[in-house]
């Protein structure tokens, strides 16, 4: 997933760039951390990143407009064409209840008009990848405090960890984030499990309001050696190196307006 666009030819790239700022801003509606969340991710084709933001964008006009109740939020690869579309809930139940998009989009502003944005959406994807994830406090820190309305940028790290490890990596977790809560009280990171869907078994999110923010965030293994000294930080590493199959780093940009704001 993360290879971000670097080659991409800079007509193209200053579009999306337009793109992403036009749709960054959304609404704020405070709510309470959801429990679990389904993660849609697109790979799209370069020069239809766009059709597909537009698509999320208007269909979330449409859910404020009839006040359908959807949760969902946007996130994109800057300059790039991955985009992530996060569909909250508080139960499990709510993905079985769920209204169709396109019900909700042709109610609000007519079958027409969605079918324009929908073959749009529709052309754009060249792949699309679904999980269920459940937060898991015990791995997070300050979670409630990770707002879709103050965050700008996030820094994805997708977790897959070694067949019967998983225990020693939620123990190397749990260490991290004890050692953030002293050394950077104020941080946030959002930990989640996959539950349903393949891939990798852990996602943590760590949401920040700029670019300079996300620099001045202190680094896990920084913290854990700043926490706790040189020789429990040694062997974090060591109980991670025995857990830890591999790590994906995504940098992703707030690129839509947001139906729900988790």
């Known amino acids: 997933m993360m290879g971000m666009a670097l080659g991409m030819g800079r007509a193209w790239a200053v579009g999306i760039a337009a793109t992403l700022a036009a749709f960054a801003a959304g609404p704020a509606v405070a709510q309470a951390p959801p429990n679990f969340i389904r993660e849609l991710r697109y790979t799209c084709y370069p020069d239809k990143t766009p059709d597909l933001i537009a698509y999320f ?17 946007m996130d994109g690869a800057p300059y790039g064409h991955f985009v992530i579309a996060g569909i909250p809930a508080y139960r499990l139940a709510e993905y079985d ?26 052309n754009a994807q060249m792949r699309t990848h679904s999980v269920i994830r459940r937060y898991r406090d015990d791995l997070s820190l300050n979670r409630a405090k990770h707002l879709r309305a103050t965050t700008k940028v996030s ?11 998983g225990a020693v990596y939620e123990q190397a977790a749990q260490k991290a984030v004890a050692a953030l809560r002293q050394v950077a009280p104020g941080a ?9 869907g393949g891939g990798p078994q852990y996602l943590l999110v760590e949401p920040f309001a ?13 913290a854990v050696e700043k926490a706790f000294g040189k020789v429990e930080a040694a ?13 994906e780093v995504a940098l992703m940009q707030k690129v839509a307006k947001d139906s729900f704001v988790p």
Not at 114 to 120: E, N
Not at 235 to 247: G, I, K, P, Q
């Open 57 to 73: 964008a208007r269909l979330a006009d449409a859910d404020i407009q009839i006040n359908s109740g959807r949760m969902r939020w």
């Open 97 to 122: 209840s769920r209204v169709g998009s396109g019900t909700v989009f042709s109610k609000a502003f007519g079958e027409e008009e969605y079918r324009k944005y929908a073959q749009g959406y529709s």
């Open 155 to 165: 820094r994805y790290t997708y977790v897959t960890v070694k067949a019967g490890k």
């Open 188 to 196: 946030v990171l959002s930990a989640a499990q996959t539950i349903a």
């Open 210 to 222: 700029s670019y300079e923010d996300l620099g001045k965030a202190i680094d896990p293994a920084a």
């Open 235 to 247: 062997a974090w590493r060591a109980r991670l190196a025995e857990s830890v199959e591999s790590t």
